[in-house]
């Protein structure tokens, strides 16, 4: 999918690099055309640009979530639904996390798994429907593929808010809200491929897995590829040798197969890249069976899911991530939901306090997931006025 925010670029990269253009012209009486690579003063340049980024990235949350708002609505009913389970840990993640802060209202949750099926997916939003539901809390999926019944739910008088997802017009359309930002996804892929760049020696030639059902994950390959042409443009050595495509459905059974086939065809790559953790893991699989992890590359992917934290931590094939802010995701849909039933507007990702964070062996968890360095769900219940009894620990969700 096709967006104006999948085409944003990232304005500190850009004002960086048009700084070392500035700074080739007043060296050399000219700065380079466009599409031409440039010269050892560009790229060192560049290159010293990518620290603050990196460390951006990785910094320790702070952030907050909003400090006003309505009161909690009592009496109402809503239907969460993520993308499928386990194969696609992340939005799961977001959804139990949404259903805590439902919970904590005390609303009425209807949980609904479709399991990865388009057909169940629409059938999920028919059954909010035909249970008058007042909610609908979506995770990972994108509108265009619900559309009509997202409709037809907001004929209903149902409000929809969505996350990790792509809304029919990229951040705006038939959701009635959308967090995080599709530009938040785009600014994870440029960072991630700084960092990948930076750990390989300053050489990034990389090979993609991608499943491009997902918009979000669409953007944050957009930010990578945005990487790429700046490092190109900068003279540095970085290019993609190969996209292969795959879809949700075949994580478990034809993924391992494909990565070690697409591996094998473009042997000199040394990063391997992956649009979501779920399905790296899968394809580190393949890889070592095929004997491809031992040639000094690497994998990056993004969510920071349970086994590929572990890799990491343990020195393994995956080397980054871009950690989801699952717990502050679940609970600002839920927060705008809140708003809206109530009259009042939903708030943007960033205006929610959402951010992920890049984690590598120096910064990851010492176990289990990441959900976000902070538990803020104290925060929203204050804002809400409620006391939730015996409240699940933050690293469970």
Not at 158 to 168: D, F, G, R
Request: charged share 15%; hydrophobic share 40%.
């Amino acid at each position: 999918m096709t967006t104006k925010s999948h085409a944003r670029r990232s304005a500190f990269a850009v004002t960086l690099l048009a700084g070392a253009l500035v700074l080739t012209a007043c060296s050399t009486g000219s700065a380079p055309s466009a599409g031409t690579s440039g010269n050892a003063a560009t790229l060192k340049t560049f290159n010293a640009s990518l620290p603050a980024i990196i460390s951006g990235a990785s910094k320790t949350q702070t952030q907050l979530p909003p400090t006003t708002g309505p009161k909690g609505a009592t009496g109402k009913k809503i239907v969460i639904i993520p993308p499928a389970g386990a194969a696609t840990e992340g939005g799961y993640r977001v959804a139990l996390a949404a259903q805590d802060a439902a919970k904590a209202l005390g609303w009425q949750v209807t949980f609904i798994n479709p399991e990865g099926d388009p057909t169940k997916m629409n059938a999920a939003v028919q059954q909010a429907i035909a249970i008058k539901a007042d909610a609908i809390a979506i995770s990972s999926i994108d509108a265009a593929v619900i559309a009509n019944s997202i409709k037809q739910a907001k004929t209903a008088g149902i409000k929809v808010v969505a996350a990790v997802a792509a809304n029919t017009d990229g951040e705006k359309g038939i959701y009635d809200s959308l967090v995080p930002s599709l530009k938040s996804g785009s600014d994870n892929g440029y960072a991630l491929a700084a960092e990948a760049y930076t750990m390989q020696g300053k050489k990034l030639h990389d090979v993609q897995l991608m499943d491009n059902e997902f918009g979000y994950v669409v953007a944050r390959q957009d930010g990578w590829k945005k990487f790429i042409s700046d490092c190109q443009a900068a003279g540095g050595d970085c290019k993609t040798l190969n996209t292969t495509n795959f879809l949700a459905a075949d994580i478990t059974t034809k993924l391992p197969g494909l990565a070690a086939q697409t591996l094998q065809s473009n042997p000199k790559f040394n990063v391997l890249w992956a649009g979501f953790d779920s399905g790296l893991d899968f394809m580190i699989q393949g890889a070592q069976q095929a004997g491809l992890t031992k040639n000094g590359s690497i994998a990056v992917g993004f969510d920071g899911n349970t086994p590929n934290l572990q890799k990491i931590r343990e020195g393994g094939y995956e080397k980054a991530t871009v950690g989801l802010s699952t717990l502050a995701i679940g609970y600002a849909m839920v927060d705008n939901l809140n708003r809206l039933l109530q009259g009042q507007p939903a708030l943007s990702g960033e205006d929610q306090g959402i951010a992920n964070k890049l984690l590598t062996k120096e910064n990851v968890p010492a176990t289990g997931s990441w959900w976000g360095d902070q538990d803020i769900r104290k925060h929203y219940w204050s804002v809400w006025g409620v006391t939730p009894s015996n409240p699940a620990p933050a690293s469970d969700l």
